[in-house]
């Protein structure tokens, strides 16, 4: 009888700590967007229509909204970024929203420590807001969703979609700026690949393109073996130059060695620009 008794106390406290796993209604979701050197995170709740009207009647048209469920949305960026002309220093920042039927204002907020809305708003904690018009979607949206699109190597679309609107802000981000310096720092006793990544980055920006070619000619001269990616660039940049001769010389040089190392990525291209350039 003893033994009964204890059983039932055993089974009795496994069965208080027992819990059920069921899906959250509103999944969580982290997103990792790299933009150019600054790495943005994102961390928000989605919700789903599940039939229901949301803009105008389930989120409301007007009222500050946590722009997702749960915690309120954040957003991180590990540099200083500019949004709607504003800059907005490295860190964690909550993202908030005022939909309306035509235009919405989007919010980065320096406290991000609240669930859902702040209690009492504060003006001051508003880093940076953009109002974005309202962008209609045929295909409707079910589950809530916030995307990094556009992307470039200065900036990035933080897209805002459900139901059928889409919003965006911009967020800019100090690529350029953090390129040029390391490019500075580096041309002191720069390597090989120092005066490529440098010549590169010059003709994919359009920049100075004396200045390219005189990277891109030393880049070549201190390597032991003539390598086709850098002489691919070379053509480009002749290209860009106006220089068409010195652009076909550049990119035959590219294609015989391409062809040598078995690369047929590189000598589809070359072929392909020599076809434009008229190479005989």
Known sequence: MKNYFFLFLFALAGSAWAQVNTPAPSPFQKVEQKVGLTDITLEYSRP???????FGDLVPFGP???TGA???TKISFSTDVTIGGKKVEAGTYALYSKPGANSWEII????ASNW???????????AASV?????????????????????????????IIWENTYVRATIEVPTDDAVMASIDRTMAGPSGNDYYAAAVYYLQEGKDMKQAKEWIDKAISMRKDPAFWMYRQKSLIHAKMGDKQGAIAAAKTSLELAEKAG??????????SLKEWGAK
């Open 48 to 54: 789903s229509m599940k039939g229901r009207k949301v």
């Open 131 to 159: 109002t974005s018009e309202v962008w209609p979607i045929e295909m409707p949206v079910e589950t809530f969703t916030i995307t990094f699109d556009d992307l470039t190597n200065n900036a990035v679309n933080l897209g």
């Open 116 to 126: 859902g809305n702040p209690q009492n708003w504060d003006e001051s904690k508003v």
């Open 70 to 72: 749960n915690a309120n």
């Open 64 to 66: 500050v909204w946590r």
């Open 263 to 272: 690369n047929k990525d590189y000598i589809a291209l070359n072929q392909k």
């Open 108 to 111: 980065f907020y320096s406290d």
